[in-house]
């Protein structure tokens, strides 16, 4: 099992992004993304069900971020828009195969700045 994240990069405030991760192995449950901010524990930011497509967010970005996945390419997407300093910081991808249960497999953070 191996994800690949992509898509991080320097932004303004209220710019928006696309992060990407490309997934290899299959029965996953969800596929998720945490970010850890400078200094900061990870922490979740939104997750996505591999085959019913359902989205949970955290509240410091419902509105503005958006989950997606494409089975047939094994991809999955979060669009960042109206991007905030708050926002800043390493993305990870990370896939789970029960439900409720813990993260097993993560890829390689990519990192999302935001300037003000």
């Known amino acids: 099992v191996q994800l690949q994240a992509s898509g991080g990069g320097l932004v303004q405030t209220g710019d928006s992004l696309r992060l990407s991760c490309e997934v290899s192995?299959?029965?996953?449950?969800?596929v998720g993304w945490f970010r850890r901010a400078p200094g900061m524990d990870r922490t979740f930011v939104a997750t996505?069900?591999?085959?019913?497509?359902?989205?949970y967010y955290a509240d410091s970005v419902k509105s503005r971020f958006t989950i997606s996945r494409d089975t047939a390419k094994k991809t999955q997407y979060l669009q960042m828009t109206n991007l905030k300093p708050s926002d800043t910081g390493v993305y990870y991808c990370?896939?789970?195969?029960?439900?409720?249960?813990?993260?097993?497999?993560w890829g390689r953070g990519t990192l999302v700045t935001v300037s003000s």
């Open positions: 990370a896939a789970t195969r029960t439900m409720g249960g813990p993260y097993d497999f």
């Open positions: 996505i069900t591999w085959n019913a497509g359902t989205t």
């Open positions: 192995g299959g029965g996953f449950y969800s």
